[in-house]
C-alpha cells in the first residue's frame, strides 16, 4: 500500500495543537500541585500510630496503584457525579483523577523518603524544642522532599503521559486535539506522529533533568 | 524560685528505665550541683547513653521523677512519662553524629530554632549565632552547608547551635566518638573552654584522658546503677569499688 507522507498538514494543524498541548501542561501542573502536597500529608496519615487513621489511607493508595489509570479516569467521570452527586466541568474533574492518582504514587515515595530520615535528627529537633509539627515542617518535610525528589519528577511526567487519557471523556489535551485534526485531515500518520513527538520533546528534558538532580543529591550526599 | 545556692540543679530519683523485658536503669539517684561538670563512665549497655537521653526528655522512663531548678520536669506515673516541654527548653543536648540540618547553611543551622522555638528576632538570632561561630573560629563557614565541614567542625558547629538557646545544662553524648583521632582536640577544647565558663555539663565519653581534665565529679554507672560517684582523682585514680577499679584497669590498660 501506498501511502504518501505529508508533513505540512500538520503545520496547518499546529496551533490546534499546540491548544492542545497548553490544556494538557495545565493538567499536569495542577495535579503536580495537588499530588506533591496532597501525597504529602496521605504519607503522614498512613505512617500514623493509629490503626483507624492509617487503614482508611493504605486503601486509597492501594486502590489507585492497582487499577488502571484509564479505569480512574473513566470512573471518575461517569461515577462521581452520580455516587457522590459532584458535578464537576470536565477539566477539575480530571485534574482530581490525575491529581489524587498521582498523590497516591507520591506519597509512597515521600513514606521511603520520611523512613530515612535519620532517627537522630528528629532527636536534635526535640532537644532544640521543636514541636512535633514544627518538626515535621522544619525537619523532615526538607528532608524527605529531597530524598524523593527524583522519584517525584519521574511520577510527574508519568502523568504528562498518563493525561493523554483524559482525550477520552472529551478534554480538549493534546491528544485529544491530535484525534481530531487526524479525523479532519484524513491524515493520522502524520498527526499522531507529530502528536508523539510533541510529548517526547516535553518529556525527555524533564527525564534528564530528574537524573540530574538524582546525580547532584548523591554528590551532596557523599 | 530557683534558689542556685541551696538547690540541686538536676535532681534525679530512682530512675528506672526497662525497654520492654530488658532493664536498662535500675534505680538511680543522683543530684548535680549548678557549675558541676559530671562525666559518666561505664561499660557498654550501662545505660550511660540513655541516662542522657532521659534527661534531655527523649526516653520515656519507667519510674521516678527529674526535677530541674526546683521545677517538675519529667514524672512517671502508671506507665505514662510526663515531659515539662517548658523545662525542657532549659536543657541542651549535643550528639554522637553531629546531626546537623544538611538543607540548612551554618548559618540557618544555627538561627532556625532560636527563632522558631524561643521567638527570638531574626536579626537578633543573626547577630548572635556570627558571635559564636566566631568564638569558635567558624565565622568563615556561615554560609558553607553541613556537608562541605569536616567532622571537627561539625560537631563544633553542633555545639554553637545548643549554645545558641542559652542552656542552663548542656549534655554531650559521646560527642568525639564518631570523629577522626586528629579532630578529636578541637571539640574537646571547644568543651573546655566552656568547662572554664562554667557551663553546667553531664557528659559521656569512653576517652579518660579528657573525662580527667574537664570533670569535677566522675560517674561509674554499671548494670543500671551508679556503682561510684566521685571527684574526678578519686573513681579514675583511686576506684573504691572493685566493679569500678577493673573497668579502670582495663580502660586504661587498652588506651595505654
Known sequence: ?222 | MYDAMTQPLASLRNIHKAYGSLTVLSGINLDMSPGERVVVIGPSGGGKSTLLRIMMGLEEITEGSIEFEGQPYITARNGKTRIDADVRKKVGMVFQHYTLFPHLSILNNLMLAAVKTRGMPRAEARDKAMQLLARLGLEAKAGAYPSHLSGGQKQRVAIARALMLDPRLMLFDEVTSALDPELVAEVEQVMLELAEQRLPMMIVTHDMWFARNIASRVIFCAGGVVVEDGPPEQVLGDPVNPRTREFIQRVFHIHG
Request: glycine share 4%; hydrophobic share 60%; charged share 10%.
Open chain 1, 1 to 222: 500500500m501506498e501511502y504518501d507522507v505529508q508533513f505540512h498538514y500538520v503545520k496547518q494543524a499546529w496551533p490546534y495543537l499546540m491548544e492542545g498541548l497548553w490544556v494538557t501542561l495545565q493538567l499536569t501542573f495542577a495535579a503536580n500541585v495537588i499530588a506533591l502536597t496532597l501525597g504529602f500529608g496521605i504519607a503522614l496519615l498512613v505512617m500514623s500510630r493509629l490503626w483507624f487513621v492509617r487503614a482508611p489511607f493504605a486503601l486509597l493508595i492501594e486502590f489507585f496503584r492497582c487499577t488502571p489509570v484509564l479505569v480512574q479516569v473513566i470512573w471518575f467521570f461517569y461515577c462521581v457525579p452520580i455516587l457522590f452527586g459532584v458535578y464537576l466541568d470536565p477539566m477539575p474533574m480530571g485534574i482530581l483523577a490525575l491529581g489524587l492518582n498521582l498523590a497516591c504514587f507520591n506519597a509512597e515515595a515521600y513514606r521511603a523518603a520520611i523512613q530515612a530520615v535519620p532517627r537522630e535528627q528528629m532527636d536534635a529537633g526535640v532537644a532544640l524544642g521543636f514541636s512535633p509539627l514544627q518538626r515535621v515542617a522544619y525537619i523532615i518535610f526538607p528532608h524527605a522532599l529531597r530524598a524523593a525528589l527524583p522519584v517525584l519528577i519521574t511520577n510527574g511526567i508519568t502523568l504528562f503521559q498518563q493525561s493523554a487519557l483524559v482525550a477520552l471523556v472529551a478534554i480538549g489535551d493534546l491528544m485529544y486535539m491530535g484525534k481530531q485534526v487526524a479525523t479532519q485531515s484524513y491524515r493520522p500518520i502524520e498527526t499522531f506522529t507529530a502528536v508523539a513527538l510533541i510529548y517526547f520533546a516535553v518529556s525527555f528534558p524533564v527525564a534528564r533533568l530528574a537524573a540530574l538532580v538524582e546525580r547532584r543529591l548523591d554528590v551532596a550526599r557523599a
